[in-house]
T-cell receptor, first 108, second 115 residues
Framework: AQRVTQPEKLLSVFKGAPVELKCNYS??????LFWYVQYSRQRLQLLLRHISRESIKGFTADLNKGETSFHLKKPFAQEEDSAMYYC??????????WGAGTKLIIKP | DAGVTQSPTHLIKTRGQQVTLRCSPISGHKSVSWYQQVLGQGPQFIFQYYEKEERGRGNFPDRFSARQFPNYSSELNVNALLLGDSALYLCASSPRTGDYTDTQYFGPGTRLTVL
């Protein structure tokens, strides 16, 4: 069965430090992978997606099919990055499979 | 555009009752998906509708049903409520056919509490 695992419920780093939010998935085909973010008191919104290969707000994510991972990275964390981050996987039957989320706290 | 809207914001029901949640997609979006998010977990897919037809269904019992109207708005109906149905129910719309590469745009959710 398809599954998305985010091993860290909580990640706390200092401002200016590098950030890596881990995401591992299980799916044998070619999935589309997403990172969604939810800032305090805001709705879920797309941060970035694998197919676009873009950097948003300084975040990047690389799909590693060998390790079935799609980790989210940012070289220098900012306080406004504090939020809940969800990794999600989509494939051919129109649904998104979500991880449990990682709460990122950036300490000043 | 106000984005995806959902009503009501909060709802309290008792076990055995029925509830209807409503969603209006972003103007021009034809696909609507519903998710259940239990506290501390990621969203779980319930349904996707496109052009009034069900495109996908998650692993939820038949007590859960949905429909999409000609104006692309949608309702999620849950019968015979259980305590375990207490959750945040999210609606998302997407601009195209609901293809799996689509970005989904989320509403603020409806918080359902079952007592």
């Amino acid at each position: 069965a398809q599954r998305v695992t985010q091993p860290e419920k909580l990640l706390s780093v200092f401002k200016g430090a590098p950030v890596e939010l881990k995401c591992n998935y299980s799916y044998s085909g070619s999935p589309e992978l997403f990172w969604y973010v939810q800032y305090s008191r805001q709705r879920l919104q797309l941060l970035l997606r694998h197919i676009s290969r873009e950097s948003i707000k300084g975040f990047t994510a690389d799909l590693n099919k060998g390790e079935t991972s799609f980790h989210l990275k940012k070289p220098f964390a900012q306080e406004e990055d504090s939020a809940m981050y969800y990794c999600a996987l989509s494939f051919s039957n129109y649904q998104l499979i979500w991880g449990a989320g990682t709460k990122l706290i950036i300490k000043p | 555009d106000a984005g995806v809207t959902q009503s009501p914001t909060h709802l309290i029901k008792t076990r055995g009752q029925q509830v209807t949640l409503r969603c209006s997609p972003i103007s021009g979006h034809k696909s609507v998906s519903w998710y259940q998010q239990v506290l501390g977990q990621g969203p779980q897919f319930i349904f996707q509708y496109y052009e009034k037809e069900e495109r996908g269904r998650g692993n939820f019992p038949d007590r859960f049903s949905a429909r999409q109207f000609p104006n692309y708005s949608s309702e999620l109906n849950v019968n015979a409520l259980l305590l375990g149905d207490s959750a945040l129910y999210l609606c998302a719309s997407s601009p195209r056919t609901g293809d799996y590469t689509d970005t989904q745009y989320f509403g603020p959710g409806t918080r359902l509490t079952v007592l």
